[in-house]
């Protein structure tokens, strides 16, 4: 057997006494850390209450957050508070100084005024509608005027569109009633004579018929909005008792008579 000297053993036991009390160091924090903590609120309620934040020379104030740290803040002097530093989570506590408050623009004593929204101006160049030339009495015209339900109806000479003073006249006493009717207006239905296999020239000889009726209706105070003028050329199925040489000129919703009417004075 090999023999061991005291003093070796000695150093022996001391490095186990070492490493076997820092391994309960290293086990102490595991063991630890399911440890139930209790809190007595009567040694809370022993701490009184939190002290006011103490001031700094610059104006500002100190104060402990909830982590430990001290936070300040100045007091407009012009430096950052220590919640206004980017990536800083502590609270901020600011105190306005009289020349800040100073400083506000005033609070208005009531809300402003509505806006006032004016029409655009604009200059619209204003065509007055051309007048037809004025119809002139033919003393040699061959033709008569009657009445009808709700107009009168013209009668011309063959393949002609002249009026003499009668046809005129008649027309005039026409726009006389129309001017206190301003709601209605006022159809002229013209019809010409000419075959069936050329409705073209039939409707031509009564286009100048309507038209030189219309142009009586015009300068007798007619507004040209109010007048419709239908060449239809031949008669047909609606004509209502008009031959090939007739205008009939009625007002608005009124369907001329198909029974021939007195002559007009």
Do not use: W
């Not at 007048?131 to 061959?142: F, L, N």
């Not at 002609?160 to 709601?183: C, G, H, Y």
């Not at 006022?186 to 010409?192: D, L, M």
Request: one cysteine or more.
């Amino acid at each position: 057997m090999r023999y061991i000297s005291p003093p070796f053993r000695r150093r022996s036991l001391h490095g186990l006494i070492v490493l076997g009390a820092a391994a309960v160091g290293l086990s102490a924090p595991i063991a630890g850390a399911h440890a139930q903590v209790t809190t007595s609120r009567n040694a809370l309620d022993a701490l009184g209450a939190p002290r006011r934040p103490a001031m700094l020379p610059d104006g500002g104030s100190m104060s402990a957050s909830p982590t430990g740290t001290t936070t300040s803040s100045t007091a407009g002097n012009g430096n950052p508070a220590a919640g206004d530093i980017p990536g800083s989570h502590a609270p901020a506590t600011a105190i306005a100084s009289p020349a800040a408050i100073a400083s506000l623009p005033p609070v208005a004593a009531r809300p402003p005024d509505n806006p006032v929204l004016r029409p655009p101006e604009l200059h619209v160049p204003l065509h007055p509608f051309p007048m037809p030339p004025e119809v002139k009495a033919d003393p040699q015209a061959r033709g008569r005027a009657e009445r009808i339900t709700g107009g009168t109806r013209l009668h011309f000479a063959p393949q002609s569109a002249e009026m003499n003073s009668r046809m005129i006249a008649a027309l005039q006493t026409f726009a006389t009633v129309m001017q206190k009717l301003p709601d209605q207006h006022i159809s002229i239905a013209a019809y010409g004579e000419g075959r069936a296999d050329d409705p073209s020239t039939p409707r031509r000889i009564a286009l100048s018929r309507g038209l030189a009726a219309r142009s009586v209706l015009l300068h007798a105070g007619i507004a040209p909005t109010r007048i419709y003028v239908r060449a239809v050329g031949l008669p047909d199925e609606n004509a209502h008792g008009a031959g090939t040489d007739c205008i009939d000129v009625t007002r608005s919703g009124v369907v001329a008579s198909n029974t021939t009417g007195s002559p007009s004075r």
